[in-house]
């Protein structure tokens, strides 16, 4: 993908539907009874991949209305025990929270099931969450190099859990919340910090009660989940990237409509808040528990600052684009406490690092985050996302921003999470030197 210096940005977008409510929503809606019906759903392909395994387990699943319109997904839950067994194996592809979400689910049904995914998912860490399903009574095999995917799951029942989760991860949380919707007795996950609480609120709104109480989350299984109507919010992942690019390209305002702005997740906002970005909220409101707003944004001076500790699990997705801003920002930006980062769809500090230093910034890898010396210009180059979806959308922000082109290598990946991704981008691209066209009569 040839990405060259843009001028200006300007205009409305509105991201497609947030990527972990979409998939929440139709772990939910399958186990539920009656019907529930997604709106505004994330038509991508590592959602599509978790529809793809509930209709191999029973489920029907339909698609209705247009990519970019109204996109909505309807499903004919089968009740808590509805489930059946796969006949053949499902596939994750390159979704971390289709492999780990499910596999909690699945480790008390009662049937033998077993997950797979691409090169990038065989490569990440189950025994986080293989460990405390083990406690709970699961059986539960990662049979590829390293104790990766693939995952054998032999359905058994399960007991209660007590967990003190050495790693803030919401995908570890919720594999054991899901599994503890069949358990005898009581699940409690205590996270280091607290990570995003979409299968909470989803849960809440299906009519099965949770507690929280800092970052510790307590469900007792007694209740059914009933079958509801979802609407996503947009996906905050997603709008960063657009709102980095409009605050680092001088002269530029975006309206970013509908983004999900959930405080578990919305560190990205505080952050740029710090750096002295210009964002502004309009039309909040609130969704099925979820919080809403368009984000107004206005190119702006930044300033560097140092992202760690709590902050970290509420904008991990962001940190590629956060590195993206720290190298526009006066002085320095430290990332810090984000080795997690080693663990996504690829090492993305080693990614990023390595990209943005092809196109000229100041940056150097730490341990667990990046030193990000801000101010140096960049000069466009040959880029690689190395197949990871966030790191592609970050090298395309950092390439309009650079002088000349840049070609990014396997940009193809914003599938993962963002299809119309370029086309979107592509649409708020202005030419401040060409004149306006003349209005309609
Ligand atoms: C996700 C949780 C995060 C995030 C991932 C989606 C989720 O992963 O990085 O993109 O939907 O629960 P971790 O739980 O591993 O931090």
């Known amino acids: 993908m040839l990405i060259s210096h843009a001028k200006k940005l300007a205009g409305e977008v509105s991201v497609p539907g947030d990527k972990s409510i979409s998939h929440r929503a139709v772990i939910l809606g399958s186990i539920a009874s009656g019907v529930t019906e997604i ?27 247009e990519v970019g319109k109204d996109e909505k997904v309807v499903i004919r839950g089968r009740g808590m025990r509805g489930l059946r067994e796969p006949s053949r194996t499902l596939q994750a592809g390159n979704s971390g929270t289709t492999l780990r979400l499910l596999t909690g689910l699945l480790a008390p049904q009662r049937f033998t099931s077993r997950i797979d995914g691409d090169e990038s998912l065989r490569r990440r860490p189950m025994n986080r969450i293989i460990e405390p399903l083990s406690l709970m009574g699961g059986s539960v095999q990662a049979i590829g190099r390293g104790g990766c995917a693939p995952v054998i799951i032999h359905g058994n029942p399960l007991i209660g859990l007590h967990y003190e989760s050495p790693v803030a991860s919401a995908q570890v949380k919720s594999s054991i919340l899901l599994a503890g919707l069949y358990a005898d007795g009581e699940t409690t996950v205590t996270e280091p910090g607290p990570s995003r609480n979409h299968t909470e609120l989803m849960l809440r709104s299906f009519g099965q009660p949770v507690q929280t109480n800092g970052s510790t989350v307590t469900l007792r299984p007694e209740y059914h989940l009933q079958g509801r109507e979802v609407t996503v919010p947009g996906d905050i992942s997603s709008a960063a990237c657009f709102a980095a690019a409009g605050l680092i390209i001088r002269g530029s305002e975006l309206c970013l409509k509908n983004v999900g702005v959930n405080p578990t997740r919305s560190g990205f906002l505080k952050v740029c808040e710090q750096m002295g970005a210009k964002i502004t909220r309009e039309n909040e409101r609130t969704s099925a528990g979820e919080p809403a707003a368009d984000l107004i944004v206005k190119s702006s001076s930044l300033t560097g600052v140092e992202i760690g500790g709590d902050l970290i699990p509420t904008l991990i997705d962001e940190l590629p684009i956060l590195a993206v801003l720290a190298c526009f920002a006066s002085g320095t930006t430290v990332i810090k406490d984000a080795s997690e980062l080693k663990v996504k769809e690829t090492n993305r500090i080693d990614a990023m690092v390595e990209n943005l230093k092809r196109l000229g910034a100041d940056i150097e890898a730490t341990e667990d985050g990046m030193v990000i010396h801000g101010g140096r210009p960049l000069k466009g180059t040959a880029l690689d996302s190395r197949g990871d979806h966030r790191v592609a959308m970050a090298c395309a922000v950092a390439a309009l921003a650079a002088s000349g082109d840049s070609e990014i290598a396997g940009a193809e990946c914003v599938e993962v999470s963002y299809p119309a991704f370029f086309d979107d981008l592509k649409k708020l691209i202005q030419d401040p030197d060409k004149p306006a066209p003349a209005p309609k009569a």
Do not use: N, W, Y
């Open 39 to 65: 709106r505004h759903f994330l038509l991508s392909a590592d959602c599509l991949a978790t529809i793809d395994c509930f209709q191999k387990m029973g489920i029907e699943i339909v698609g209705r209305g």
